[in-house]
């Protein structure tokens, strides 16, 4: 950043930082600009009673209303036609994948938008209609009617979501039954298998357990051989029979059952501490006087540490460059049947050349790469090999046997690729993870729905917040550009954060301004940071942990700075008053 | 101490009480209610009377919590109005019905009486008994915003009254409303009236306040402009009225010659008429009786139970006896439905308050002049004395 970008940046600051000190004035002044405001009125004795009734009032007018009606509408005609039109890459994986993800992401979406329309509405339009008199003149304290449309507006978007979620479920379950339904069919037409056999050897699909990789007889033989009452040497001939179309899909369906539909955790591989070494560098440029104009120290100490990490995470071909990762959480259950696996994406510069090796073909963008699990010395240690594709996520199972006692898992990489093509992992952006089961599918999705409700809950919270002193289009216009806003934030944050670490000479406090700024406007923007439906999209469990941080976060501590701010306003305002 | 404002015990108070509506900016641009002193006793029926843009609305937005005062106090059970303890001793029909379209009216109820934390079974019983006095039993499952005026005026009414109000408010509680509601809501008046609760009704229909209201204050320009009693008010000391039974030719002829000989003069000496009100009731009653269908509000007439004082489940005024009786059992001679021989002074009484109502008040907008307190007269019995003499032997021969 240049120093005229610099001042650009600081106009452009000051000016956003004049217009919110107006809004906030505004705010302030409806708050306590004038005598008068409610006495008392913070009593707790029968506000649920009270706060139900107003949330049931709300309901019902958000159910009958055209407006809730229309919004519940447009996604109950979405699901069934992303249910016909999800293909993805044409796989059962990708099929599911893209219904859940659309079906599920355009509901929140939705929900989104209701909840801005709804909750901007919602007190507003009572005002302006006089509605509020009825309430207003009984004894309801004006914090049970914030509270009431808040519940109100929750109660139906949850009803809206639970709907949405049910259908969607539904709709992967249906996906998955046909694709079901069409194996049973191959079975019955190539494999000469009767209806019930075909049936049943369908069924033992979800019973499948050990890891399947080339050079090991697959665990899908094994469960058909267990459900068929035949030898493995007989399910392979059956295999063998049927087209390679048939076989893939079979494949495929083990792969969405351990991969889609999931409920997995994720542990993140622990760096050695480099803290020393960079350290070091730093005080040796600090010493001879090369720092980089314009660059403070933190933004020193970060790069330092990316490009050690950087480097660290870069592995040169040949077994002398091997890496080793310990990964520790949870610890996970061991045991023949518990699901683990890696999830990686090796990034190589370029394209990878197709070579042959020893009469054996390496295809093309992929790197002969080898995998340990469990420490070498042990006998549970197991190892695998083969080119894996570059530059893709790829999933590969590992034994959960190799996790130690105390649940720490270590990982072996070696790039044994003749190419000579140095490989990469990006840690900090799920680069490489070991994945293992923590519960169902059904649990996985509640999670994803509940990820949903928490950034509409702060938008509601905004809403209802905006209506106690915006007209309903102003405050629908604050809060739309909020939540855009608040759904592109990984954008903002970064073109924030592009701003936030350049100081030039004399210039600290400038930069604490702007840091400060920085990050507050980050605060404030933020209604949420889980992005539950690719997680969900991906077989993994958003987590109860991150479920309570963020409800926390964004609904209990900013929400509930909202709805202050609301009971407020509208504490004081003049719900009969006359602008002349 | 005054009159206004000297009374502890009062239900409603308001001193100096003064509304200033402002601009954006925070200028001063209507004086909507100027120094007002006001009174209002347990048990009365107050009726705050003045022409559209008189401050009355404005003076129960404040009395109700909906408005600030700009100075001056108002006081509710002697607690400020926006003290929400207070208003679970208030009922208040706004000047419009603001109801939920989206709600049914027994949702409606429902939904206000949870407001007032009623149990479930006395939600029911109230909504049950408010539906059926105000005739919408059979539109009771309808969304109110299907409802015409007057049915939405009658839910409107039916929640003010859920939580059995010490203080009802009425803001223009007639508007939009036929006769039959007309009455009954006097009837509630008078029922609410009877159990020692007090009234405030704001209106510029003023043969509804006449007919209801203990005492009136009169506001102009957001100044009381008068303040009494309805007869202190209405009564004219220049006019004396006689009640009888038809008398002959001679008999008036004899009576002419007496009040000309005692210096006097008859003005007028004719038949009194019905009240259109009352036969306006006699039909509706009748048709009701015909059970002729009629997809709006039914017509009844009397008040629920809860509101009557009465804890039975049986109505304390049967709903089907009071409809066969609409018009025939008033609970007040003043107040009937029986078509009643309404002396012409009545009318001149409506006369007298319109002119106040309507006269252009004398007084600058911002100095307020005291309440015109008006004292009844004596009648002048000399008069009466003579005028009844001569003719007792004629009222015989009758």
């Known amino acids: 950043m240049t120093y005229d970008e610099n001042r650009l940046f600081l106009i452009m600051l000051g000016f956003g930082l004049f217009m919110g000190l107006v809004t906030l004035l505004y705010v302030i002044k409806q708050a306590f600009g004038r005598d008068g405001g409610e006495v008392g009125g913070w009593e707790i004795r029968g506000a649920p009673g009270r706060i139900f009734a107003i949330a049931r009032t709300t309901l019902a007018e958000g159910l009958r209303a055209k407006v809730g009606a229309g919004f519940a509408a447009i996604i109950f005609i979405a699901i069934p036609i992303f249910y016909f039109t999800a293909e993805g890459d044409g796989t059962i994986k990708g099929r599911v994948q893209m219904f859940l993800s659309y079906s599920m992401g355009f509901s929140g979406f939705v929900i989104g938008v209701l909840t801005i329309m709804f909750s901007c509405r919602s007190l507003s339009v009572e005002i302006a209609s006089k509605q509020i008199f009825g309430i207003a003149s009984k004894p309801v304290p004006r914090w049970q009617i914030v509270a009431g449309k808040w519940v109100g507006v929750m109660s139906l978007n949850v009803a809206l979501l639970t709907v949405s979620t049910i259908a969607a479920y539904a709709g992967t379950q249906g996906v998955i039954k046909r694709f079901k339904n069409q194996l049973t069919g191959e079975l019955e037409s190539y494999g000469g298998l009767t209806p019930v056999q075909a049936a049943t050897t369908v069924a033992a699909l979800e019973d499948v357990h050990g890891i399947g990789r080339q050079g090991v007889q697959s665990p899908i033989v094994d469960a058909f051989a267990k459900s068929l009452g035949r030898t493995p040497d007989q399910v392979a001939d059956l295999l063998l029979r049927l087209p390679e179309g048939t076989r893939m899909n079979l494949r495929r369906f083990d792969e969405l059952r351990r991969h889609v539909i999931a409920c997995r955790a994720a542990l993140k591989a622990e760096l050695p501490d480099f803290a020393p070494e960079i350290r070091a560098q730093v005080d040796k440029l600090k010493k001879s006087g090369e720092i980089p104009e314009g660059w403070t120290e933190s933004k020193l100490l970060q790069n330092f540490k990316a490009a050690v990490i950087g480097q660290f995470c870069t592995i040169p071909p040949g077994p002398q460059n091997a890496r080793q990762w310990k990964f520790k959480g949870p610890r996970p259950i061991k045991g023949k049947n518990v699901i683990m696996s890696i999830r990686f994406k090796l990034d190589a510069p370029g394209y990878v050349p197709p070579q042959e090796v020893r009469g054996e073909q390496l295809p093309e963008n992929t790197l002969l790469c080898f995998w340990g699990f469990g420490d070498s010395a042990k006998a549970d240690y197991a190892e695998t090999g083969e080119p894996y594709p570059v530059n893709s996520f790829f999933e590969l199972e590992m034994p959960s046997e190799c996790v130690e006692d105390d649940g720490t898992i270590v990982i072996s990489f070696a790039n044994m690729d003749p190419r000579r093509q140095s490989v990469s992992m990006d840690l900090a952006n799920k680069g490489l993870e070991v994945l293992y089961h923590t519960g169902t599918f059904e649990e996985g999705v509640v999670q994803a729905a509940l990820a949903i409700l928490i950034p509409v809950a702060c938008l509601a919270s905004f809403g209802v917040c905006a209506s106690t002193f915006l007209s309903f289009p102003v405050g629908t216009l604050i809060v739309m550009t909020l939540f855009i806003v608040a759904s592109s934030m990984g954008f903002v944050a970064d073109a924030l954060a592009a701003t936030k670490d350049y100081a030039g000479a004399n210039m600290t406090l400038e930069w604490e301004i702007r840091r400060f700024t920085v990050d507050a406007i980050g605060w404030v923007l933020a209604i949420g940071d889980l992005d539950s439906v690719s997680e969900l999209i991906e077989g993994r469990a958003v987590g109860w942990a991150a479920l309570w941080s963020n409800t926390w976060k964004f609904v209990l501590l900013k929400g509930t700075a909202v709805f202050v701010l609301a009971v407020l306003v509208l504490r004081r305002r003049e719900l009969a008053t006359v602008i002349v | ?398």
């Open chain 2, 1 to 398: 101490m005054n009159e206004s404002t000297g009374d502890n015990f009062a239900v409603l108070q308001c001193i100096a009480l003064t509304k200033v509506f402002k601009d954006f900016w925070g200028r001063a641009k209507v004086l909507a209610v100027d120094k007002l002193d006001l009174d209002v006793h347990p048990g009365e029926v107050f009726g705050l009377l003045g022409p559209n843009g008189s401050g009355k609305s404005t003076t129960i937005k404040i009395l109700l919590g909906l408005l600030y005062p700009t100075s001056g106090t108002a006081r509710l059970f002697g607690r400020p109005p926006t003290d929400t303890a207070v208003k679970a001793r208030i009922g208040f029909m706004p000047e419009e019905s603001y109801l939920y379209r989206y709600l049914n009216a027994r949702e409606t109820l429902d939904y206000y009486g949870r407001l007032f934390k009623l149990d479930r079974h006395e939600r029911r019983r109230r909504t049950e008994q408010l539906i059926e006095m105000v005739g919408l039993k059979r539109a009771a499952h309808r969304q109110v915003g299907t409802y015409s005026k007057g049915m939405a005026r009658r839910i409107g009414l039916a929640q003010a009254l859920i939580n059995d109000p010490d203080l009802l408010i009425l803001d223009e509680p007639t508007t939009g409303l036929d006769p039959v509601g007309t009455r009954q809501i006097k009837d509630v008046i008078e029922a609410l009236s009877g159990r020692g609760k007090t009234v405030v009704l704001c209106s510029h229909l003023l043969a509804d306040v006449e007919d209801v209201c203990d005492r009136v204050a009169i506001m102009y320009g957001g100044k009381r402009q008068a303040l009494g009693t309805v007869e202190d008010l209405l009564q004219r000391r220049d006019v004396t009225q006689i009640t009888t039974r038809e008398l002959s030719v001679q008999t008036i002829n004899t009576i002419r010659d007496v009040v000309a000989k005692a210096g006097g003069e008859v003005l007028a000496v004719d038949h009194p008429t019905d009240r259109l009100e009352s036969l306006f009731l006699r039909v509706v009653g009748a048709a009701q009786r015909d059970k002729i269908e009629t997809s709006g509000a039914e017509s009844t007439v009397g008040v629920s139970n809860f509101l009557a004082g009465s804890s039975s489940s049986e109505s304390g005024i049967s709903l089907v006896e009071s409809l066969v009786h609409a018009g025939k059992e008033p609970t007040k001679p003043a107040q009937t439905s029986e078509p009643v021989a309404v002396p012409a002074e009545r009318e001149v009484r409506g006369d007298v308050l319109k002119t106040l109502a309507t006269k252009k008040p004398v007084v600058s907008p911002l100095a307020p002049t005291g309440p015109v307190e008006v004292k009844a007269p004596e009648p002048d019995r000399d008069v009466l004395n003579r005028l009844l003499n001569p003719t007792s032997g004629d009222e015989k021969s009758n």
